[in-house]
Structures are given as C-alpha cells and as structure tokens.
C-alpha cells in the first residue's frame, strides 16, 4: 500500500482519489516501455528520412530508363513501319527485275534486326516495370513494418499505463468514505477490500437472513421490527420496517460473510432477505445516524392468533 488519500467519514467528489497502491514491478516496466516508444519513434525518424531519400532517388532513376525505354520503342516502331514499306518496295522492284534478290534480302535483314531491337525494348520496359513494382512493394513492406513496430511498443506501453492506472483507486461518484480498510505500509492482495464508499443519494436497506424452517411464514410486504444493537429498544423503541424481497436460494457463506462481517451467525440454512425502512422516528429521537455497517436484529411476525383463540386454548386443554 502506497498512500491512503481519505479518511474514515470525508466527504469525497467524484473522481477523487482514495487509495495509491505502489507496485514498483510495474512502474518499472511501465517506464522502461515508455523508453522503448521513444526509442523506436527517434530510430525510425531517423532512417525513414534516409529511406525516403533512397526510394526517391531510385525512383527518379527508374522512371527516367522508362520514359527513354517508351520513347526508344516509339522510335523503333516508326522505324520498323519504314523498313515494311521498303521491304514491299523492293519485293516489287525485284518482282519487275529492277532490283536484284540480294538487296531484297538486305531489306528483309533490316527489317528483322529492328524488329528484334524492338522485342528487346520491349522486354527491358517490361522488366523496368517489375522493378519498379517491386520496388513499390518494398517500401510498403518497410512501411507497415515500421507501424507494426512502433504500434507493438505503444500497445504494450498503453496496456502497461492502464495496469498502473488500476493501482490509483478513485471515487465512482460522490458520496461518504465510510470505512477505510488499510494502512499505508500494508501489503495487499488482488480482490481485497480498501475501503467502503456510500454514495450521497444513496437510499439504506436492511439485510437479514431469515432461518430456513421459518420461510413458509414470511412472504414480501410484511412488517419487520428492528432492534438496532447500539439503541434501547426497550426505551426508545423499535425502527419499522417491511419486506422487499427474499431470494430463491439459500444464503452462500461468502452472502453472509459479507453482509456480517466476522461476527457470528447460527450455523443453519438462511435465506437472504432485503428490508426497506419505512419509520426511523426511534433513531431520530435518539439522535443516532443510520448508517452502512450497523447490526440490529430483525423480529419477523411468523404466525397470528385470534386473542379468542388464546383464552379458550387453555380451557380445552383443562377440560381435557
């Protein structure tokens, strides 16, 4: 336990803190994550810069043999349209005996050749735009890579600060600290109660437990007096109050543990049952506050007799 911020009985706003727990394993780990965001932002500051120079320079330059590429195979085909026609000239010329087959074969030669310079260009535009591709897919590669890094470590360092962040205990609303249930110095364990908060508009009910043979007799709306241990009864009275609900089940040892704490109950089976107040005049008078935590006994009415009925009892059994 780190820091208790509250007290037994302040009066507490929203959001306040109300317990600091130190955990050194994971304030530790927390900053060493921290470094490792800044690490990797200020790595990749920096190489991405040099990264970008590269890819761009490679670029320029690939995107330069292209343009000359496109340009050379345009070149080529007007050349190979040229070398067509002379070729169908001297075909004819040959044909009419003007020219001689030797120079139809060179007309034929030439037209090969610039047709095979323009396969080659063709390839080579080909390949340059692979390269190209790849060279695209790459930087991409390296991009996600670069976010995948960078995110990894600021999720890490995000789960981290959460975890911490469960180390600070704040107020979910406003209201009364009505126990504080450590020290500073305490060592504590996951689950552990810190301290009881009652909320300021929040409305007092009473739980009991009602003895499993006696359940048949109590059902929801009856009245229930209420014999509070620090107030007596005997001189100012009972606090009334009526039944809300009683559960279905069996009250579990950790149901009766936590509304009673250590102190001792029968050892039999119960029923839960909640009880709304409906006259604190007793209280009032007494000057004593209702709060969370007291103990009191709850009288439940089990059976009613007519008083007819409790005078002649004892004649039948005379007369017997």
């Keep these: 336990m780190g820091h208790v911020e509250a007290r037994s009985g302040q009066q507490?706003?929203?959001?306040?803190?109300?317990?600091?727990?130190?955990?050194?394993?994971?304030?530790a780990q927390l900053l060493e994550a921290r470094r490792q965001v800044e690490s990797v932002r200020s790595h990749y500051k920096v190489t991405t810069a040099l990264q970008d120079r590269s890819h761009a320079e490679q670029?320029?330059?690939?995107?330069?043999?292209?343009?000359?590429?496109?340009?050379?195979g345009r070149s080529q085909r007007q050349s190979l349209a040229i070398l067509e026609l002379n070729l169908q000239r001297s075909l004819n010329l040959e044909r009419e005996g003007v020219l001689s087959p030797a120079k139809v074969d060179e007309a034929r030669e030439a037209l090969a050749q610039s047709q095979r310079q323009l396969s080659q260009s063709g390839q080579a535009l080909e390949m340059a735009s692979q390269e190209w591709a790849a060279l695209e897919n790459g930087r991409q590669d390296s991009l996600w890579q670069?976010?995948?890094?960078?995110?990894?470590?600021?999720?890490?360092?995000?789960?981290?600060?959460?975890?911490?962040?469960?180390?600070?205990?704040?107020?979910?609303?406003?209201?009364?600290?009505?126990?504080?249930?450590?020290?500073?110095?305490?060592?504590?364990?996951?689950?552990?109660a810190l301290c009881k908060l009652i909320p300021g508009n929040a409305s007092l009910e009473v739980v009991a437990f009602l003895e499993e043979k006696d359940r048949a007799f109590?059902?929801?709306?009856?009245?229930?007096?209420?014999?509070?241990?620090?107030?007596?009864?005997?001189?100012?009275?009972?606090?009334?109050?009526?039944?809300?609900r009683i559960s279905d089940d069996l009250a579990s040892a950790f149901e009766i543990r936590e509304a009673l704490g250590d102190n001792p109950f029968p050892a039999v089976p119960a029923f839960r049952v909640e009880l709304s107040l409906t006259d604190t005049?007793?209280?009032?008078?007494?000057?004593?506050?209702?709060?969370?935590?007291?103990?009191?006994?709850a009288r439940f009415t089990l059976r009613r007799q007519r008083l007819i009925?409790?005078?002649?009892?004892?004649?039948?059994?005379?007369?017997?």
Excluded at 59 to 72: D, I, P, Y
Excluded at 281 to 297: D, E, F, H, T, Y
Excluded at 309 to 320: E, F, G, M, Q
Aim: cysteine-free; aromatic content about 4%.
């Design 309 to 320: 009925t409790l005078v002649l009892d004892p004649l039948r059994k005379w007369l017997r």
């Design 146 to 192: 670069r976010r995948q890094t960078i995110q990894g470590a600021e999720v890490r360092a995000e789960a981290l600060a959460f975890l911490a962040g469960q180390t600070i205990i704040q107020a979910p609303e406003g209201g009364r600290v009505e126990a504080m249930l450590v020290k500073p110095g305490e060592a504590v364990r996951a689950g552990q």
């Design 218 to 244: 109590v059902r929801a709306g009856d009245a229930v007096r209420l014999e509070l241990d620090q107030l007596p009864y005997a001189e100012y009275g009972t606090v009334a109050a009526r039944v809300e």
């Design 59 to 72: 670029l320029r330059r690939l995107e330069g043999r292209m343009a000359m590429l496109k340009e050379q």
């Design 281 to 297: 005049r007793a209280v009032q008078q007494a000057g004593i506050p209702l709060r969370s935590g007291m103990l009191m006994n």
């Design 12 to 27: 507490v706003e929203p959001g306040a803190v109300l317990v600091r727990i130190e955990a050194p394993p994971v304030q």
